[in-house]
């Protein structure tokens, strides 16, 4: 069984920064593509960022320029880094892996594993 633990989560002003993290447990993390979606209160969830188990990314319009998502394989851990953040960037931030095939993922149904979700509260 796949655990997810996101961190690092809490209240900034805009344009301030958070880097958020997922620590991944129990399955064979090298091989997920790892995504991070948001949702915010009266919201779907919707994506934001992903990354292969090679390094490849996507990220949504909204956020493009602003968040870099990376992973350390031998720490079995995805981050998130926002900067520039805006007061529409408040919302739960979710991890999730993907443990079927290799290519980018933009559907939260496309996941299997999913964390508990970290708030992110950005003051204008």
């Known amino acids: 069984q796949v655990q997810l633990v996101e961190s690092g989560g809490g209240l900034v002003q805009s344009g301030g920064s958070l880097r958020l993290s997922c620590a991944a447990s129990g399955g064979t993390f090298r091989s997920y593509v790892m995504g991070w979606f948001r949702q915010a209160p009266g919201k779907e969830r919707e994506f934001v960022t992903a990354?292969?188990?090679?390094?490849?990314?996507y990220y949504a319009d909204s956020v493009k320029g602003r968040f870099t998502i990376s992973r350390d394989n031998t720490k079995n851990t995805v981050y998130l880094q926002m900067r520039g953040l805006k007061p529409e960037d408040t919302a739960v931030y979710y991890c999730a892996a993907s443990e079927t095939g290799l290519r980018i993922k933009l559907r939260s149904y496309e996941y299997n594993y999913w964390g508990q979700g970290t708030q992110v509260t950005v003051s204008s």
């Open positions: 990354i292969t188990w090679s390094g490849g990314t």
